[in-house]
């Protein structure tokens, strides 16, 4: 990053604290002004004529007592010795008195003189709590009167350092920061960063002598002016009326002035030494009376004068120099403080070099001092001091300071130099060790005896050596468990599944033989998994006896497989596949296995694939299968092979392009995907079939599946049921055919069924949302009937009583649907709550000339009529089965014969309602 980049890094956050500390020194003065905006206003004292009972009492003075006069006495002379007391006068019953304030502590009491009395009475200010003790005895009252000049003074000091701190942070910190990334040895750094600091640290000491000196000239000054008013009181000027004392004013300050015939003791240090060089009384007007040169800078002012196109010096001072001076300090007169300025730019140019630098060092060369007298501005003083001398002290030093840097500098850099060397050198020490740590050397041991934190930072990397090393050791220890974890099977020591992929990837492989054990999960459930973990255990120490032929996997929980390399069989093909899977074969089924002194017997499908590229091209057996070309599916083939052994019941199979056929892959793809997306459209529509009653009842319908799909074609349950079932997709069908089904007979009379099967009240979440749905629906749940597929063998008996006692209690009815097919059990009518028996098809069908199939159906209907239950029957598809039918008594019949389904209820009804 370029140290631009450094400046500019969070440069709106830092101008935006710039200007709020900028904005603060406005602030800082409006808030000042306003508070000391009447700070020096007169203090009130009033005192009653007739004093009250109890100021008598407390000052022991008589009831019958006249008081002549009362004065306030204390320290008022701003800058007379002699002015301690002030008369206060009688008005409107009292006595009162405007107290002129200064800055500062103004201690004061109340001088009671009374008739027929020598000594006056000490009182303090009635009105004033405020008091203080006096050094002879007693109390004073006291005002508190706040020194707002040295305030903002202060308060200016303190803003301008806060100001000044941020910029220098700012100017600095991107600096050093960019300094310290710089590609330079460490000790160089360190020397540049001193360099800065103490150059900015000199700067800052300068600039706070600098103001310091300032403040003592400043305070000379003060001096001075003060002892020439103290020259001019003792001349018996009267302040009262400056304008008629020229005379006087002129001979005192000739006095003056006339002995100065040295500037300055060349002996002492001209920092604070002030000399007066010009000085003029003025009126409060700022008119001027009088105006006094130094004897050997009289023809130098009036030289200048003239240069400027003055008439006389006068005009060269009131007009030119204190052209601005003057109306500031009329402004502020009530303050009481001296005003300091330097020389206007217009009058500048006549001084010489040397001045004009020393000038701009010290600030000012002019001042206006307001001459106060009884809290009243009665005139200024002003004038001018020589401030060549001060320039030149200054300068010289500013050359010492500046030869004492460079010294500070040239020792701090050496002694930095050697530090830094010093500490680079066991940075190096540290840099290389880790460099022999990153390239796996962890033995050699770290030593830095330097008796600080790089010493430390030494011992705790030897810790780290350390604990690396014992880390290293047991990360290679974890390894070596966690690669057996993760490459071989825990029980039998074999690879596992992950290591027959990672040799497949590598193409080491050219043929597989798949092993699974038939059944030996009912095998497990039947004798116990410990006998079944020992099972396993024999299984692969016969299939390891031939593995010095191929490499042995254990791939899953019941399977094994059996990895032939090209580098073991010179030519592989399916007959010595073939022989080698009969072999495997005899090994495990030939002879039961004997556990725990008990014989076992197990039988095994096995399923073989080769790669395309390592079938021997001159075999009679060989065949380019393209699906056989990759490596990454050998297994998936072999086990596809496999698979087609155990449903053909035969002991070994090689896999062949007929066994994989991708068009029916890709046409299951395609079934569940509209599958999917019919139920999340809501293509399933119900199509309504007639059930016409064959006694005296009302009709009933049957709602039936069907698929609208986007085109308007309709799919039947066997174009999609299947598929429906194996993709799992048939419950959320289920769920919107009986939406759509409720919804159809919802504003109906009619009673109606759907079909339900065991799957879909078997899984909780499918059952939730059904009956859900049927409390939403109580109304119509008392003209629905569920028709439970019976044939599919129904197992889980109480999820089966679970919905019945669930919709039960709804109206919903239950039938038993295709009873006579499949898994028929009458018990089923025995242990569930039927309503109603719908007798399969199959035995309908054939019911006109199938004498075995009528008995069945005579007996089907007694029974039921025993038990109470309605009779069904499907598949009516011509008058002498109806006949029949009515001969048997049964309830009601369905069937092509009696109605086809349609897709609403008027079309169902249409064959009915025909005369």
């Given amino acids: 990053m370029s140290l631009f980049a450094h400046y500019l890094h969070k440069w709106k956050f830092r101008l935006a604290i710039l200007i709020g500390l900028v904005l603060l020194w406005p602030l800082q003065n409006s808030i000042i002004n306003t508070l000391k905006s009447d700070a020096l206003a007169p203090y009130h004292i009033k005192l009653p004529i007739d004093l009250t009972t109890e100021l008598r009492h407390k000052w022991e003075i008589e009831p019958d007592a006249v008081i002549e006069k009362i004065f306030v006495s204390g320290s008022f002379s701003d800058w007379h010795i002699d002015d301690t007391y002030y008369q206060l006068q009688q008005q409107n019953n009292e006595y009162t008195y405007e107290l002129p304030v200064y800055p500062g502590e103004l201690e004061y009491k109340l001088v009671l003189f009374i008739k027929d009395k020598v000594e006056p009475v000490w009182i303090l ?285 040239l020792l701090s850099s050496w002694l930095f130099t050697r530090v830094g060397k010093l500490v680079t050198e066991d940075i190096l020490k540290l840099t290389k060790w880790t460099q022999n740590i990153v390239k796996g050397n962890l033995s050699q041991v770290l030593t ?259 698929i609208k799909l986007p085109t308007g074609e309709i799919l039947a349950p066997y174009q999609f049921m299947s598929a429906a079932r194996k993709s799992r997709l048939y419950p959320q069908l289920m769920r919107c055919m009986l939406t759509k089904s409720i919804a159809l007979f919802k504003h109906q009379t009619y009673e109606f069924s759907v079909n339900i099967t065991l799957d879909d009240i078997a899984i909780p979440q499918n059952l939730e949302e059904i009956l859900a749905l049927l409390h939403n629906e109580t109304e119509v749940c008392k003209r629905l009937t569920f028709e439970l597929l019976e044939s599919e063998e129904i197992t889980n008996y109480e999820a089966v009583e679970h919905f019945i006692k669930s919709v039960k209690p709804l109206g919903c009815k239950i039938a038993i649907d295709d009873f006579g097919a499949g898994y028929s059990n009458f018990v089923h009518l025995l242990s569930l709550d039927i309503d109603i028996i719908k007798i399969d098809g199959s035995l309908i069908r054939n019911l006109d000339n199938d004498p075995k199939a009528q008995l069945l159906v005579e007996t089907i209907a007694n029974f039921a009529h025993k038990m109470g239950k309605k009779t069904v029957a499907e598949f009516v598809e011509n008058e002498q089965i109806l006949a029949l039918l009515y001969q048997y008594h049964i309830d009601y019949a369905q069937g092509y014969l009696l109605g086809k389904p349609a897709a609403s209820i008027e079309h169902a009804l249409a064959i009915f309602n025909q005369p």
């Fill in 125 to 409: 200010d009635p009105n004033n709590p405020y008091t203080s003790l006096n050094p002879w005895g007693g109390e004073n009252s006291v005002l508190h009167i706040a020194d707002w000049p040295k305030i903002t003074l202060i308060s200016q000091i303190f803003t301008l350092a806060l100001i000044g701190t941020f910029l220098l942070f700012c100017i600095l910190e991107p600096l050093l920061y960019w300094l310290l990334h710089q590609k330079m040895p460490f000790h160089r750094k360190l020397v540049l960063s001193n360099i800065l600091i103490l150059v900015c640290a000199q700067v800052l000491f300068l600039t706070y002598q600098l103001h310091l000196n300032r403040q003592l000239v400043k305070q000379g000054l003060i001096d001075n002016v003060h002892g020439m008013h103290l020259i001019l009181n003792g001349e018996g000027i009267d302040f009262e009326q400056l304008n008629l004392q020229k005379r006087l004013i002129d001979n005192a300050l000739t006095k003056f002035f006339l002995p100065a015939t040295t500037r300055i003791d060349k002996t002492q240090s001209s920092l604070f030494q002030i000399t007066l060089s010009d000085f003029a009384v003025l009126d409060k007007n700022g008119i001027l009376i009088t105006l006094r040169h130094r004897a050997q800078n009289l023809q130098i002012q009036q030289s200048r004068a003239e240069q400027l196109g003055f008439s006389s010096t006068q005009d060269y001072f009131v007009e030119g120099m204190w052209s601005k001076l003057i109306p500031q300090a009329i402004a502020e007169a009530s303050q009481g403080q001296i005003i300091t300025a330097s020389r206007p730019l217009k009058v500048k140019w006549v001084e010489t070099p040397r001045t004009r630098t020393a000038e701009f060092l010290l600030g000012y060369s002019q001042f206006v001092q307001p001459i106060i007298y009884r809290g009243q501005v009665k005139g200024f003083y002003a004038g001018s001091i020589q401030v060549k001398l001060y320039g030149d002290e200054l300068l010289r030093m500013l050359l010492f300071q500046a030869l004492l840097l460079g010294g500070v500098v």
């Fill in 448 to 706: 830095i005896n330097s008796q600080d934190e790089i010493q430390q930072l030494s011992e705790n990397f030897n810790k780290m050596r350390q604990s690396l090393q014992d880390s290293f050791n047991h990360i290679e220890l974890q390894n070596s468990r966690l690669y057996q974890e993760a490459y071989f099977n825990s029980l039998t020591a074999l690879p596992n599944r992950k290591k027959l992929y990672s040799d497949l990837a590598e193409q080491s492989i050219a043929a597989l033989l798949v092993i699974n054990i038939n059944d030996f999960g009912e095998f497990n459930d039947f004798y116990g998994i410990s006998v079944g973990d020992a099972a396993l255990l024999e299984v692969a120490q016969r299939l390891s006896l031939q593995r010095s032929n191929f490499s042995l996997y254990k791939t899953g929980p019941d399977e094994f497989v059996a990895a032939l390399s090209s580098q073991t069989f010179a030519t592989i093909n399916r007959h010595i596949l073939a022989e080698l899977a009969h072999i495997l074969y005899q090994d495990i089924c030939q002879t039961p296995l004997v556990i725990e002194k008990s014989e076992y017997s197990l039988s095994v499908s096995i399923g073989g694939a080769i790669l395309a590229n390592s079938v021997n091209q001159n075999s009679e057996t060989y065949t380019a299968d393209p699906q056989t070309s990759s490596a990454s599916q050998l297994h998936r083939q072999a086990d596809l092979a496999r698979r087609f052994a155990k449903k053909q019941h035969i002991e070994y199979c090689c896999f062949s392009e007929e066994m994989a056929d991708s068009e029916a892959f890709e046409e299951n793809m395609r079934q569940s995907r509209m599958l999917a997306m019919a139920a999340q459209e809501q293509w399933v529509e119900p199509y309504i079939q007639l059930i016409q009653p064959l006694i005296d009842a009302p009709v009933k319908f049957e709602c039936l599946m069907r």
